[in-house]
T-cell receptor
């Protein structure tokens, strides 16, 4: 079966660093995506990993370990506007399978 | 033009109505997708079109009928829906459906309410 796990909710303080973890067990793997989704809006693409290691893009970094079925999204210098849901998604062949998402609340 | 547009933004329909959702992109993408998203849940894939041909149907009930008239347009025809079909319907597109990053770009969605 397909299984993607993320924490349901996280809270953090403005200016801090937060790490959102994702573990997956899927029948196939063609890459892992992180999307950000603000309430009532469409998901927007944040990052993509297909090889093991860290990908950095400004305040956002994403890590992948394929042998462990594990990824994390690291958000630095948190801002209030980072309050959103963060969706981990695995591409299996040509389908994206989404995790349930992690709702992040950033407090002053 | 780097966006996916969807119309209408909101739709309320009865169980006997027939309506259509529309999606459009002009990024030259050849893969287009329909997702259904319930509140506080992740998007669930419904259909994938690749080069205007239906490549994936995730066992979606026949009351949902997709159509891809050309490479820029994707429709979802709705007929005899049930109240449990009320959800946000998201359209997405990507350059292709496989190989490379091919990140999906999502439209703002149509919020559907079935009475």
């Amino acid at each position: 079966g397909q299984n993607i796990d993320q924490p349901t909710e996280m809270t953090a303080t403005e200016g801090a660093i937060v790490q959102i973890n994702c573990t997956y067990q899927t029948s196939g793997f063609n890459g892992l995506f992180w999307y950000q989704q603000h309430a009532g809006e469409a998901p927007t693409f944040l990052s993509y990993n297909v090889l093991d290691g860290l990908e950095e893009k400004g305040r956002f970094s994403s890590f992948l370990s394929r042998s462990k079925g594990y990824s994390y999204l690291l958000l630095k210098e948190l801002q209030m506007k980072d309050s959103a849901s963060y969706l981990c998604a695995v591409r299996d062949d040509n389908k994206l399978i989404f995790g349930a998402g992690t709702r992040l609340a950033v407090h002053p | 033009d780097t966006e996916v547009t969807q119309t209408p933004k909101h739709l309320v329909m009865g169980m006997t109505n027939k309506k259509s959702l529309k999606c459009e992109q002009h990024m030259g993408h050849r893969a287009m997708y329909w997702y259904k998203q319930k509140a506080k849940k992740p998007p669930e894939l419904m259909f994938v079109y690749s080069y205007e041909k239906l490549s994936i149907n995730e066992s979606v009930p026949s009351r949902f009928s997709p159509e891809c008239p050309n490479s820029s347009l994707l429709n979802l025809h709705l007929h005899a829906l049930q109240p449990e079909d009320s959800a946000l319907y998201l359209c997405a597109s990507s350059l292709r459906d496989s190989g490379g990053i091919n990140e999906q770009f999502f439209g703002p969605g149509t919020r559907l309410t079935v009475l």
